[in-house]
């Protein structure tokens, strides 16, 4: 290995299986000591114990290297700081954080209980901030400043069957990119990724992926990000899947029109359309081929079974 992270305090929320895991494992093969922060709880949240964390600390620990479990919830402020004063009081500093923990409820909009809405906001934006906010209070005072890591998904552009989840996500990329802004003098990096990877919760996503990889597949570029090889590098939001780096855009207008005075309703409904229009949702298409295919392997089945 080559040392991306000698010397440096990780920690990292969701650790106890999946990606975060794997990001725990390749943190700690490059020179990191870590906090394993996961209190274990099923997919939709419940049951929530301690054991994986110190299950995944034991396993670093018989390797050779160096973590702490911590069984918090990041759903609240105190939780966030005791898992990020865990590493502070065990290693005196803390050099980078991932935030990966989160649970999913799905439903479509029109069905959905505010607590399936609560709960998925609350473990993943509101979990985001509050290990984010605990570390950058640390990070601005400390000589290196410091690097935060967000998990977003590429259902932050829309989903059908989980607008808690995709709100979630697309609030964790605008908290990233605040971050970034704001934090930047102190030295302290923030950037996202979106993984497509085989884990218990990609095997909900309502529909099929056109790529997948390994949790290991995304472990390489967080520890990168954790580097300072990448101090330069903030405000981003990177896919990671299988062999593939892609990063997204930056948000910006793309079109603009200008009416003399204040609009009308007539005037937009004549103008609009032709001057600056629409940006296609991408998910409406693939929504549509699939739909197109499943139409033509139905016709092909009624077909053979005439």
């Known amino acids: 290995?080559?040392?991306?992270?000698?010397?440096?305090?990780?920690?990292?929320?969701?650790?106890?299986?999946?990606?975060?895991?794997?990001?725990?494992?390749?943190?700690?093969?490059?020179?990191?000591?870590?906090?394993?922060?996961?209190?274990?709880?099923?997919?939709?949240g419940e049951d929530p114990k301690s054991e994986v964390a110190e299950a995944l600390v034991a396993e670093i620990e018989n390797a050779g290297g160096e973590a702490v479990a911590?069984?918090?919830s990041v759903t609240t402020l105190d939780g966030g700081e005791k898992i990020i004063g865990t590493g502070?009081?065990?290693?005196?500093?803390?050099?980078?954080?991932?935030?990966?923990a989160g649970i999913l409820r799905e439903r479509m909009l029109f069905n959905m209980a505010e607590d399936e809405w609560d709960a998925v906001i609350e473990?993943?934006?509101?979990?985001?901030?509050?290990?984010?906010?605990?570390?950058?209070?640390?990070?601005?005072?400390?000589?290196?400043?410091?690097?935060?890591?967000?998990?977003?998904?590429?259902?932050?552009?829309?989903?059908?069957?989980?607008?808690n989840y995709a709100?979630?996500?697309?609030?964790?990329?605008?908290?990233?990119?605040s971050a970034a802004a704001g934090l930047n003098r102190y030295g302290i990096t923030a950037n996202a990724v979106a993984p497509v990877a085989r884990t218990r919760m990609s095997a909900n996503v309502p529909m099929d992926l056109a790529e997948m990889g390994d949790p290991e597949d995304v472990a390489p570029l967080v520890v990168y990000l954790l580097s300072d090889q990448a101090k330069?590098?903030?405000?981003q939001v990177y896919t990671s899947v299988g062999s593939k780096i892609a990063v997204w855009n930056q948000p910006r207008e793309v079109r603009a029109v200008y009416a003399d005075g204040r609009w009308t309703p007539e005037q937009i409904a004549t103008r609009l359309d032709s001057t600056v229009g629409q940006e296609r949702m991408p998910l409406l298409d693939q929504l549509e081929a699939y739909r197109k295919a499943a139409e033509a392997k139905a016709a092909d089945e009624a077909t053979k079974g005439s």
């Open 88 to 100: 502070m009081e065990r290693w005196g500093r803390i050099d980078g954080v991932v935030a990966i």
């Open 167 to 177: 709100a979630a996500k697309g609030g964790i990329v605008s908290l990233v990119r």
């Open 123 to 163: 473990t993943h934006l509101k979990g985001h901030f509050t290990v984010f906010r605990a570390a950058s209070a640390i990070m601005r005072k400390q000589e290196g400043g410091g690097s935060l890591v967000a998990f977003t998904s590429g259902a932050f552009a829309g989903s059908v069957a989980q607008a």
């Open 232 to 235: 330069h590098v903030t405000g």
């Open 70 to 72: 911590v069984g918090e």
């Open 1 to 44: 290995m080559s040392e991306f992270l000698q010397g440096k305090i990780v920690a990292i929320t969701g650790a106890g299986g999946g990606i975060g895991r794997a990001v725990a494992l390749a943190a700690v093969a490059e020179g990191a000591r870590v906090v394993v922060a996961d209190i274990g709880v099923g997919l939709a």
